[in-house]
């Protein structure tokens, strides 16, 4: 019988102030306020788990004005996984906001797409446009993970565990990928960056931290293919997630929600 995971997101920062003209090139009402929620991602299937993206640390937070929630840490924790003693790390890309914990899984062995380390060692970073959202120390932290044999860097394509595949979009930044994952109800895929919000998705529209915006419109197609339907597409930083999706009860916590059901009607109420 294939394996089948369930998906927990956990949201660990919060941008109220953000506005729609940051998310949104040319954006009609760009002084209109739209939240940008962060997440962090735990899949589980029996005794396994594979940990997506690390949060992002509180001081970097700050920073770029964010509001820390909660460690990563402590949500897994509450879910019952040690990240100490965590084994597989998927990082979707390599920006601030996804690599905040790496040093919290000292016996992990973390995964990237190789096209992310070229572009983020490479001379795109001469420019500040392209290099805005990475962190140097992370970066170098990620180099010595390589060099310390704990980085896999995989092609466009990779297979992490049965039920669990890596795709390459590019578009956010030149190595951005989404997670296929097999659940109970079917394919989801945790899209992290590919889309921000469901909006993007639904207009067709590009998000305004971009690498090419060709890549990000036709990454759109791409989710489209590996997910089962619509409705098994999760983005990264939507609000709606927090009220489509139930609260994961076993967790205690109010910041960590169980993604791999099927979410309450979009029209509903």
């Not at 890309?93 to 973390?110: E, I, N, S, T």
């Not at 990475?134 to 970066?139: A, L, Q, T, V, W």
């Amino acid at each position: 019988m294939a394996d089948t995971w369930k998906i927990y997101g956990i949201r660990h920062a919060v941008n109220t102030a953000r506005t729609r003209g940051q998310n949104f090139i040319l954006d009609a009402q760009p002084d209109a306020p739209l939240v940008l929620d962060f997440y962090s991602w735990l899949l589980t299937c029996g005794d396994r788990h594979i940990v997506v993206d690390t949060g992002m640390d509180p001081a970097k937070a700050a920073k770029h004005g964010h509001s820390h929630l909660l460690s990563p840490v402590t949500g897994l924790a509450a879910l019952g996984v040690e990240a100490a003693k965590a084994e597989c790390v998927i990082l979707t890309h390599a920006h601030y906001d996804h690599l905040g914990f790496l040093d919290a899984f000292p016996a992990a062995r973390f995964h990237m797409q190789a096209e992310e380390m070229a572009y983020v060692t490479g001379p795109y970073m001469e420019k500040p446009w392209f290099r805005r959202a990475y962190e140097p120390d992370e970066i170098a932290r990620l180099v010595s993970l390589l060099h310390d044999g704990r980085l896999t860097l995989h092609g466009r394509e990779a297979q992490i565990a049965d039920g669990v595949t890596v795709h390459w979009v590019g578009g956010h930044c030149a190595g951005q990928e989404v997670v296929r994952v097999r659940t109970a109800r079917g394919w989801v895929v945790l899209a992290s960056d590919a889309l921000h919000y469901y909006e993007e998705y639904e207009r067709g529209i590009p998000f305004a931290v971009v690498y090419s915006s060709a890549q990000m419109i036709d990454a759109h197609d791409v989710i489209r293919a590996l997910a089962d339907s619509d409705d098994h597409v999760l983005p990264a930083h939507d609000p709606r997630i927090a009220d489509l999706y139930p609260v994961a009860e076993e967790s205690g916590l109010q910041e960590v929600f169980r993604l791999d059901v099927a979410p309450v009607s979009r029209n509903a109420g």
